[in-house]
């Protein structure tokens, strides 16, 4: 089987430091969190960015640069930017910090229900930042919340605005939107095309089963305190200790893990 390739997601925009310490918030944590969870075995960091002050999400183009610049330099990880809304919902701040030119980008294509609130991703705003994508010669990380979203990225690519091979990440167990079920994972590896790459990011308490059926399946997996702040009930996780972990689970399952020049070469990077 292919080898593994391991996301950190190590903050996004809802855990903060009083939820968990070890959320990185400020560009240096979240430097220093990506050497440590390069060494512990990731080879893609996903990225946000956060208000140091306040630790709210941000659009700011300058901090996002400063954290690019800082794991460019201090790490060999695969650095994808997300395109996420929670932090502002207009496509010119959504848009902009693709400029960086990282190697990847996360895309939503589709609109859900989050817990307590509507994360709008219209079809013109889709269309938009994957045409971005294309220009800066960013490879898209399709987010699916839900089946309907890989068919509009299969749309997106038979307009060429997308190219094969394709590369998804399954969000599943979010309140809302999919339910992390074996069933629903395996509905949703079966409705993407061929030779397409595809990751499970199980959302709280699913995080582990779904990555253990990922590394079964053939998939790839994300971890991170973005998706899920803690290691076991009641005990709060760090994210060096969650990509452990899954580096664990991987190599009792007898499935190695990938560099991240490796999984350069697994994305056609
Ligand atoms: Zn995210």
């Not at 996002?64 to 994808?80: A, D, R, S, V």
Request: net charge negative.
């Amino acid at each position: 089987m292919e080898k593994l390739m391991i996301t950190i997601a190590p903050t996004g925009s809802i855990p903060t430091k009083k939820n968990n310490p070890h959320v990185p918030i400020s560009p240096d944590e979240i430097i220093q969190t990506g050497i440590l969870c390069e060494k512990a075995g990731a080879s893609i960091i996903h990225i946000h960015a956060r208000n140091p002050v306040d630790e709210t999400p941000s659009t700011d183009f300058q901090i996002f640069k400063e954290i690019y610049q800082g794991l460019k330099q201090e790490t060999n990880l695969i650095l994808q930017i997300s395109t996420g809304g929670r932090a502002g919902m207009e496509y010119e701040k959504r848009s902009e910090r693709l400029s960086l030119k990282p190697e990847m980008a996360s895309l939503t294509t589709g609109s859900v229900n989050f817990p307590s609130s509507v994360y709008a991703n219209s079809p013109d705003l889709i269309c938009a930042l994957a045409k971005d994508m294309k220009t800066y010669g960013i490879k898209p990380e399709i987010e699916v919340f839900d089946t309907s979203m890989i068919q509009n990225a299969l749309d997106l690519e038979g307009q060429d605005i997308m190219n094969q091979p394709l590369h998804f990440d399954f969000v599943m167990g979010l309140k809302g939107a999919i339910p992390a079920t074996i069933e629903n994972l395996v509905h949703l590896k079966n409705s993407i095309p061929i030779g397409s790459t595809w990751t499970v990011a199980g959302i709280g308490a699913n995080q582990l089963p779904m990555s253990a059926h990922a590394i079964n399946m053939g998939g790839h997996v994300r971890v991170g305190l973005e998706d899920c702040i803690y290691f076991s009930k009641g005990k709060l996780a760090s994210n060096e200790q969650l990509v452990k972990r899954i580096v664990q689970v991987s190599d009792i399952m007898g499935r190695q893990i990938a560099t991240p020049d490796e999984a350069r070469q697994i994305l056609g990077l």
